[in-house]
């Protein structure tokens, strides 16, 4: 019971350090890693425990703000087609193609770019399996629960 507080403790402290301004030059990555290095000695219940949390938040939070991000869009969407239809609004479509164009290879060129190293997210999966599973697990709970 003891070490269950402790872990509860832990993610609190966490939870109000890092959602205060902070310090800004630190950056989230190497918030996530202090946080994944103060985890990965514990036993491999605690990680499980800690994965499962974390994954149940995120897989809540996802789907709510999910919920409301396609509701906003959908319904954006919705009234710019009735204004398109009724005439408050014209679409110059030549003008649109030709920017996307351009911006679609700009956006393919800034994504090879900013790709992920896929060694070091597997590295961490193996090294980490029981906070990868519970947190797997916890994700699909978290949306489960929304």
Known sequence: MAKLDDLLEDAQTLLARYTGSGDEEESRRDRILSYVTKISPKTPGGQAAAGGVAGCLSGYL??????????????????????????YVKVDWTRIHKDLGHRGTEFIRRSRAADLDQKSIIDFVVQNVPLTGGFAGGFLIGVAFS
């Open 62 to 87: 996802l789907m709510k703000i999910g919920k409301t991000a396609a509701f906003s869009i959908g319904t954006a969407l919705l009234g710019m087609q009735l204004a398109h239809y009724y005439g």
